[in-house]
């Protein structure tokens, strides 16, 4: 019943797009820090 209702709904497709992004936007989030720290590491370690 509630992967209907939030498959099937307007305000469950809604939640299912913000779950989606939230996910997204914390992925690219942490491969940016990551990045920034082997940045940061290269730096330091010359």
């Known amino acids: ?5 939030l498959l099937t709904s307007d305000i ?3 939640s299912l797009v913000v779950i989606v992004g939230v ?3 914390g992925a690219v989030m942490g491969k940016m820090y ?3 720290i082997d ?3 290269r ?3 010359k």
């Open 1 to 5: 019943m509630a992967w209907n209702l």
């Open 12 to 14: 469950g497709l809604m």
């Open 23 to 25: 996910l997204v936007i």
């Open 34 to 36: 990551s990045n920034k």
């Open 39 to 41: 940045e940061e590491t």
């Open 43 to 45: 730096k330091l370690g």
